[in-house]
């Protein structure tokens, strides 16, 4: 008997050993694809425009009325109808699924399918389709609108997310020694779609909890009538019905930067099993009077972030937009810079909706909480039902510079260290440009309401110190074991 137990307790600890190493393979050692964190750098660009997408609450009349003032997809739409050579498309969520309370708002899935497969059919344009697995929840169901994209003939690549490094490593190296093997089948029926109508398998679930993705929002086309003969487009919003209320920003550009772009979605090509993928030559032009755009992805929208806040001082004014702000490195940074006497200004979405379910505040509370104590100047989206997903920092600088750091990147470890797929871009200029009057005037429009307009709430509001809920924010940040 004691014998038994000894070779027990041995094949035990080989077990926990293998899974102990598995998980550190897959979370710190494993190679990250070639590509991945890209900084394509300052890139002079002839035009720059910064689109956003707003919700707010009319009060004029009796009763609070939800309104949506939108651009961003409208752009999109401008783009696929401009193009004559090359579209190509980088997209996370591209799907119908609704929560337990149906958005309204725009089918926006619906239309891009629709606007891509009239193209193709009207035009013969070639074009590019990148997505992630959660739209077909991980292999578990057909996704109705890759499955039209793909019958019009549109190249649809589902990106190969196993390849990237392991964010939720305490799940992961379980679910990498013992499922990942078994794959997926889109006949499973076992639990419920956890994204809205249907069923799926097991394995489905299993894969979820992995928690990684290719979190881009990306489109590039070849634009007749643009300054830079091919123009980009980096966003934070979704084509996706259930976001379609859902405050967002993006930056359309021109120029050299665009073919940087065209790389960095190149690499996912690569990684994700298409062999030498042909991606047309850019022959952008150059110019735009001292404006650069960056593309960064990745961890080097971490150090773009960084160097933007690091720089502030006395003088200086810093404005943040963010869905999700949990970076360790990112809240500290800011603390000191507001230290040092930078203005600053930080508007959070509470974590208080999610498609019709409601969530508990984490991260954003406490984190706001934090910021408060160190004298920085917060607020929250006034969100009813949609969520504030903008990702955004706008850094004026005293010596007459801006820079503007903005695209699908939450301010959070998954998003900025290499563990998700993630697009940014990083415009820098003379503080009195176009794109950063813009990006100005929406953040003042969202900070500072309107009459009868109201975009955004006082800190008292959701102010929350729970030391408990601190705790959680902080293991979650640091083990992945969240959706932040």
């Not at 070639?34 to 956003?52: T, Y």
């Not at 593309?295 to 200086?316: M, N, Q, Y």
């Not at 924010?473 to 992945?480: A, K, L, P, V």
Request: glycine residues 8%; hydrophobic residues 40%; aromatic residues 10%.
């Amino acid at each position: 008997m004691l014998s038994l137990l000894k070779r027990a307790m041995t094949y035990l600890a080989v077990l926990i050993l293998v899974v102990a190493l598995v998980g550190a393979w897959g979370a710190f050692l494993k190679p990250l694809p070639r590509g991945i964190s890209f900084d394509g750098g300052p890139r002079p660009s002839p035009s720059v425009r910064f689109l956003a997408d707003t919700t707010y609450l009319d009060m004029s009349g009796k009763e609070p009325v939800r309104e949506v003032r939108q651009e961003i997809f409208d752009e999109v739409f401008r783009m696929i109808a401009r193009a004559e050579r090359f579209i190509l498309l980088d997209m996370f969520l591209f799907n119908d699924f609704q929560g337990p309370v149906p958005e309204r708002t725009r089918a926006l899935s619906g239309e891009l399918t629709e606007a891509l497969i009239k193209k193709k059919k009207d035009t013969g344009v070639r074009i590019v389709f990148i997505t992630d697995p959660i739209n077909t929840v991980y292999g578990g169901m057909r996704s109705s609108q890759l499955d039209a994209l793909r019958s019009a003939g549109v190249e649809v690549v589902v990106t190969r997310i196993s390849r990237l490094r392991d964010s939720n490593p305490l799940y992961s190296s379980i679910w990498r020694t013992f499922f990942a093997v078994f794959g997926n089948t889109s006949d499973g029926d076992r639990l419920p779609n956890p994204f809205g109508q249907g069923r799926v398998s097991v394995r489905s679930w299993l894969r979820l909890l992995n928690f990684k993705a290719n979190h881009r929002k990306v489109v590039l086309a070849d634009d007749p009538g643009a300054p830079g003969v091919w123009a980009g487009l980096v966003t934070s919003a979704n084509p996706h019905d259930g976001s379609s209320a859902h405050g967002n920003i993006a930056v359309w550009f021109t120029g050299e930067a665009v073919a940087d772009l065209m790389a960095s979605e190149r690499a996912v090509l690569e990684f994700s099993g298409v062999k030498d993928p042909f991606l047309p030559e850019i022959e952008a032009k150059s110019g735009g009077a001292g404006m650069t755009v960056s593309v960064v992805t990745e961890s080097r929208i971490k150090r773009a972030l960084l160097t933007s806040i690091r720089r502030a001082g006395r003088g200086d004014r810093l404005l943040m937009s963010v869905f999700y702000l949990s970076d360790r490195q990112v809240v500290r940074a800011m603390k000191a810079a507001r230290g040092r006497g930078a203005d600053m200004r930080v508007l959070l979405d509470p974590n208080f909706d999610a498609f019709g379910r409601k969530k508990n505040g984490i991260p954003n509370r406490q984190v706001g909480a934090e910021l408060m104590g160190a004298d920085v100047s917060v607020r929250w989206c006034k969100t009813n039902g949609e969520q504030c997903h903008a990702k955004m920092l706008l850094a004026d600088y005293a010596d007459g510079k801006s820079r503007l750091v903005a695209g699908s990147a939450n301010f959070t470890r998954r998003n900025l260290e290499d563990l998700n797929l993630e697009t940014n871009v990083l415009v820098e200029g003379l503080s009195g440009a176009e794109v950063f009057n813009e990006a100005r005037d929406y953040f003042s429009l969202v900070w500072e309401n309107r009459p009868g307009e109201v975009y955004s709430s006082d800190y008292d509001k959701y102010a929350e110190d729970s030391f408990l809920k601190v705790l959680m924010y902080r293991w979650m940040e640091f083990s992945g074991m969240s959706t932040f």
